[in-house]
């Protein structure tokens, strides 16, 4: 990322390409790959997104996101209709397991790579050079853009 | 301190989820699997219907056209051709229970059900199922090379199936149970028959029988034990056939004093299997032709076992069912008979007393010496979890079994051959009587009874199936291990059958084959009331036609009522037994869901078991007499009298009804809600939880046609043989499609519900057919 790219924009862009890779993940991965992938976005959005409030939350709902285009463009519809009518499985109720389930994932395994890598840092440059978002309760505006 | 804090909250937490949602529970793939999106349940998709391009195989060509119901019509160039199609049809719509099937008859079931397998599989493996079915196949090669050739082209039908298949439209209980699927071997038909044969003649009650025969006096074992019943419609109606054994009466054990008790748990025996098939004649029907209704009464599970087709090439065009995993049709018609099966229900399980060397534990007595057991130890691999070591000891008998401080070596018949398989085989393209003889000449298990019907108006019925010979006296126990065990079997010219009988109509109902031959099976045939309703409907009818037989198999009345109104009657003159039972006085027997008859009567059924119990427990026995014993020990006996007791009927009726009173006011969800007193439901084939189905509305109990309580009919046909034309109704309780997720899974169940069969295209010029909605062709590669 270029070094002059306004802070937000390149916010924007580093959550766009986190829900990318989540919704690639999601294609691609599954079992203890996916695990490890939560994990890996979870260091990388401490180390890009270090100052940044709210991080998991907008990964909780990048995974809304992609649960409803999986939900519009990718899952079945016959097949859970079929549930539906040959054991009286509620279509919705399925869905939301699944969802449920994929949503704590991430959440609990991002989050916990996230909190691990940005505790690492502060112990890697000492308590007194933390950056945590406890510590910055309002990001400083560097460009125009945000004022 | 607060990001430390945070870390391991999530740490802990993540930790926690993730170990509780990869956990296999029970063998079922982990919640993190089954919802994934990428291969979860979520990304599975139903069976596509369009025509997929031409198939390659290594046979000549053949047509599969699958219509509305998912039923295939199979135009093949040869034999081998139509295998290869079945093979193919039948991997695609059925292969995990297939796979089920084969698997738990191995002593494999673990490696697809994990944990839950165990069990079965530790009784199972012993039995070495998979080399003798192996053995059995090679065989075939010289004995039966057409054959041989069929089951081959079959094996690689399914195998193509299999490989082709695209991994989202597998069937998602693969995913459920995150397990692949295997190979199919040519010889897993075998394990399928023996599958069935374990289903149906697998018996483990020889213990409490013993235990009657060695504690009550026959006064009393006539009275509520009988092995032959009078006064009972037979399947064969003048004595024919094997009555007694030539064999010396030295076979017979005695092994409970008066006062021993019996601590052996026996694997309960559910008396709702079984079936009814009848065949009537040309002079009791409208159109003088012969008509042969079946309906087949299993364990209801989704999907049913049987799956319908049609099966045309130039040596055969046969219509019917079969069972995925054998490419016969078991129950239907070609275009010149028809047959239909109902379980034999006999005594192929024997269990050998045998005497144990003290000072050597592995030594039996056999013959006048001690001999050896041999052990056998097998490893049986469980999906996730370490494999689990089992050690068996044989005898010349079989295996060694050892329960509760008895002791017996274990002969199951059935494993002894794979006839069945051959019998089908011959009677695809069977003509005439003589044929479908022929045919059953190789039929062994599970001994069914055969009725038949053909196009020249003849009519049949063969109980067929191998019957070893037993000891002159055997009544139905254990059997004596100190000798060795006969090698002998009922020749087939000597099992009961009959054609063209004076009354012109033949029927089974699983009863005795024929006066006096209780000897075919110690289950002392206590079903009397639903051959007796079969009976009563045939011998009344005289202008008869196919509806008449589709309403007979839908009878719900139960004719033990007249009995309960006798009962009333007989002990009820100075008394009454209140206003329930008035009512009951004036109903006609109808076990129909929603009234307070039925219910009224369900709760009496329900005591007479309850103080059957107690009879058994006065006579010191653990087998209880049925309800259709008891019941006519209460109407015909007023008191029984045996060594240092006394039976009252008037005092056990009384108990009856006292209980039943009790019983049906304790149940108020059926006071309020009647249909519910008959509801049922149908588990899916791995009992997984939340995929079963409740029913209401049918009605009937295990004494009515329309058997509806531990076994429902599964299947039903009606075939008409007219002069020149075969025409066919049937009915499946569940679909075609194994597949949970495909919306015709229970396609035929409403249909089945109200018995509304539909007509077969048995046509042999697949021009003809309609409602075609998928066609695959295969061409020689």
Redesign the interface.
């Known amino acids: 990322m270029n070094k002059n790219t306004p802070a937000q924009t390149r916010q924007y862009s580093l959550y766009v390409i986190a829900l990318l890779l989540l919704l690639a993940s999601h294609f691609f991965l599954s079992g203890w790959l996916s695990i490890l992938f939560y994990a890996f976005l979870g260091a990388g959005l401490a180390i890009f997104l270090p100052a940044d409030r709210y991080v998991l939350v907008k990964v909780l709902a990048a995974e809304i996101l992609i649960a409803c285009l999986f939900g519009l463009f990718v899952w079945n519809k016959e097949q859970l209709k079929a549930f539906s009518l040959n054991f009286s499985l509620s279509p919705f109720l399925i869905i939301l397991a699944a969802v449920v389930v994929n949503m704590l994932t991430v959440f609990l395994c991002t989050g916990t790579a996230f909190h691990f890598t940005k505790w690492i840092a502060q112990y890697g440059r000492g308590s007194k050079h933390s950056q945590s978002k406890e510590k910055i309760k309002v990001p400083v505006p560097e460009t125009a853009y945000e004022v | 301190m607060?990001?430390?804090l945070?870390?391991a909250i999530?740490?802990v937490?993540?930790g926690a989820?993730?170990y509780f949602?990869s956990m296999h529970y029970n063998g079922l793939n982990s919640?993190?699997?089954?919802?994934?999106?990428?291969?979860?349940?979520?990304?599975?998709?139903?069976l596509q219907l369009q025509n997929p391009p031409t198939i390659s195989t290594p046979f000549a060509g053949a047509e599969v056209n699958i219509d509305s119901l998912g039923i295939p019509h199979i135009f093949g160039k040869d034999m081998n051709a139509v295998a290869y199609a079945i093979g193919y049809m039948h991997a695609r719509d059925r292969y995990f229970q297939m796979e089920l099937m084969a698997y738990s008859m191995m002593g494999r079931q673990a490696e697809i059900l994990g944990e839950a397998g165990i069990r079965s599989d530790r009784h199972w493996r012993p039995f070495e199922m998979e080399a003798r079915a192996m053995a059995l196949f090679d065989s075939l090669k010289l004995a039966n090379t057409a054959l041989y050739n069929y089951l081959n082209a079959y094996e690689k039908g399914i195998n193509a199936y299999i490989a082709a298949e695209k991994a989202t439209e597998r069937d998602?209980l693969y995913t459920v149970w995150h397990y692949s699927p295997g190979t199919w071997k040519a010889w897993y038909v075998f394990l399928i028959q023996w599958y069935m044969s374990s289903d149906l003649t697998y018996y483990d009650d020889y213990v409490n029988r013993q235990e009657v025969l060695d504690k009550v006096p026959d006064t009393v074992r006539k009275a509520l034990y009988p092995a032959q019943t009078v006064e009972y419609p037979y399947i064969v109606p003048t004595a024919t056939g094997a009555k007694r054994t030539p064999l010396p009466a030295n076979g017979v054990v005695s092994l409970f004093q008066p006062s021993q008790r019996n601590n052996y748990q026996s694997a309960p025996v559910n008396r709702s299997l079984g079936s009814n098939n009848w065949v009537v004649g040309t002079s009791r029907t409208r159109s003088k032709e012969v008509l042969l209704s079946n309906d087949l009464h299993l364990m209801l599970v989704s999907p049913n076992i049987f799956y319908e087709m049609q099966l045309v090439c130039k040596e055969v065009n046969v219509y019917g069912y079969s069972i995925p995993g054998v490419p016969v049709i078991v129950t239907g018609h070609n275009g010149k008979i028809a047959w239909g099966i109902t379980n034999g229900e006999w005594d192929v399980t024997e269990q050998y007393l045998l005497r144990i060397d003290s000072a050597n534990k592995n030594n039996y007595w056999l013959d006048g010496k001690w001999q050896p057991m041999t052990t056998k130890d097998f490893v049986i691999n469980v999906k996730d979890q370490a494999p689990v070591k089992t050690t068996a000891r044989y005898t010349v008998f079989g295996q060694y079994k050892e329960k509760e401080g008895i002791g017996y070596g274990l002969k199951w018949h059935p494993l002894q051959s794979g006839g069945a398989v051959q019998a089908f085989w011959k009677l695809l393209n069977a003509s005439g009587w003589n044929d479908f003889r022929d045919a059953l000449r190789l039929y062994d298990y599970p001994a069914q009874n055969f009725v038949y019907g053909d196009l020249e108006g003849n009519i049949g019925v063969i109980c067929a199936g191998k019957m070893p010979l037993k000891p002159a006296g055997y009544a139905g126990g254990l059997m004596d291990g100190k000798v060795s065990p006969g090698k002998d079997y009922i020749p087939f010219d000597s099992l009961p059958q009959a054609f063209n009988p004076a009354k012109d109509y033949l029927f089974s109902a699983n009863q005795e084959p024929g006066p006096d031959q209780y000897y075919f099976s110690s289950r002392w045939f206590s079903d009397l009331y639903r051959p007796r309703r079969i009976d009563e409907l045939l011998s009344t009818g005289s202008q008869l036609t196919w509806e008449d037989m589709r309403a007979m198999q839908l009878d719900v009345l139960d004719i033990s009522v007249t009995d309960l109104k006798n009962l009333l009657t007989k002990y009820g003159k100075e008394k009454s037994y209140g206003a329930n039972w008035d009512l009951l006085m004036k109903w006609d027997g109808k076990i129909v869901p929603g009234t307070k008859e039925s219910t009224l009567f369900r709760s009496f059924r329900q005591a007479t078991r309850a103080v059957a119990k107690e009879i058994a427990v006065q006579l010191g026995v653990k087998a209880q007499p049925s309800f259709d014993q008891t019941i006519h020990f209460l109407l015909h006996t007023d008191t029984l009298n045996y060594n240092g007791g006394r039976l009252e009927g008037r005092h056990y009726f009384e108990r009856v009804i006292k209980a039943a009173d009790s019983i049906y006011t304790g149940t108020r969800q059926y006071q309020q809600s009647p249909a519910q007193a008959y509801s049922f439901k149908i588990p899916q084939l791995t009992f997984l939880p939340?995929?079963?189905?409740t029913i209401n509305g049918i009605g009937g109990n295990d004494n009515t046609i329309n058997v509806n309580y531990g076994a429902h009919p599964v299947i039903r046909t009606v075939v008409e043989l007219k002069a020149g034309a075969v025409r066919s109704w049937m009915v499946n309780v569940t679909g075609q499609t194994g597949r949970?997720?495909?919306?015709r899974?229970?396609q035929q169940l409403q249909a089945w519900k109200e018995n509304r069969l539909h007509e077969t295209q048995f046509v042999a010029d697949p021009s003809k057919l309609s409602s075609i909605q998928q066609k695959i062709s295969f061409s020689h590669e």
């Open positions: 607060k990001r430390i945070f870390t999530f740490f937490l993540a989820w993730i949602t919640l993190q699997n089954l919802a994934n999106y990428n291969a979860g349940l979520l990304s599975k998709k139903p998602p939340g995929f079963e189905k949970i997720n495909d919306k899974y229970f």
